[in-house]
């Protein structure tokens, strides 16, 4: 990169990564001179399961989803990386020396810097803003995954359905078997609770749509 261009790049890295904010400057310097800049188009495999890991990624813009694939073609999302974040799995993969458990897909249009592996190990043991960057990094997945584990062990599907839709805005631009990915289901079971919430004058129905029409009624769905 040019001097410019990496005075920019730092810039940028400072601005959306507040916990490396506090970074000293020859440690984000390191980050941006050692990575590799990756942009790629939306719908590009970022990294696939089974494969080693080639860096640390750090997120410019765009979103990474990062799901599991099954034999039978379904998918399950893991999460989401968006700008300002790191991929948790990556991380995990280079503490644990192995490879890539699922797969990462680029949502939108991704910009982003991927540490190599030689550079992530030096800046975690040496540096204490990169090394909390990648705790809290874990800190906040696992309270996700503990939140995801609750929901499905406690909460009934009719309820985890109305929380989604919640969470997704209105309207929902998403076909049935996309949200029955998300919940870990069938698109069978999830279009019969659509046509059952239809019915009650909750939501309405289109073609890859999804309208709220009632979203009180969800909430107490969603909280019940």
């Known amino acids: 990169m040019s001097p410019s261009t990496t005075d920019e790049t730092t810039a940028r890295l400072r601005g959306l990564f507040p916990t490396l904010a506090g970074a ?8 941006v001179e050692r990575s590799i800049r990756r ?26 989803k990062v799901l599991q694939r099954y034999p039978n073609g379904r998918e399950l999302p893991l999460h989401r990386v ?3 974040e790191s991929c948790l799995l990556s991380g995990s993969c280079l503490l644990g020396h192995s ?11 991704v910009d982003a810097l991927i540490l190599p592996p030689a550079d992530f190990h030096a ?3 040496a540096d204490e803003a990169f090394r909390s960057h990648v705790f809290q990094l874990f800190g906040e997945r696992l309270a996700t995954l503990l939140s995801l584990v609750e929901a499905i062990a406690y ?18 631009q998403a076909t049935h078997q996309a949200l029955a990915d998300e919940l870990g289901s069938v698109r069978e079971i999830v279009s ?3 046509r059952l919430f239809e019915d009650k004058g909750w939501v309405s129905l289109g073609r890859e749509r999804v309208e709220i029409v009632d979203p009180a009624a969800l909430a107490a769905m969603a909280g019940a």
């Open 24 to 31: 000293a400057p020859s440690t984000l310097q390191r980050i």
């Open 192 to 194: 019969r609770l659509l």
């Open 155 to 172: 909460q009934k599907l009719d309820q985890r359905l109305a929380a989604l839709l919640l969470r997704k805005g209105n309207p929902i």
């Open 82 to 84: 968006h700008a300002g």
């Open 39 to 64: 942009k790629v188009r939306a719908g590009s495999v970022m990294f696939d399961a089974h494969t080693p890991c080639a860096g640390f990624p750090l997120i410019l813009s765009g979103t990474v």
């Open 123 to 125: 800046l975690l043991a």
């Open 99 to 109: 490879d890539y458990a699922a797969t990462g897909i680029a949502e939108t249009d």
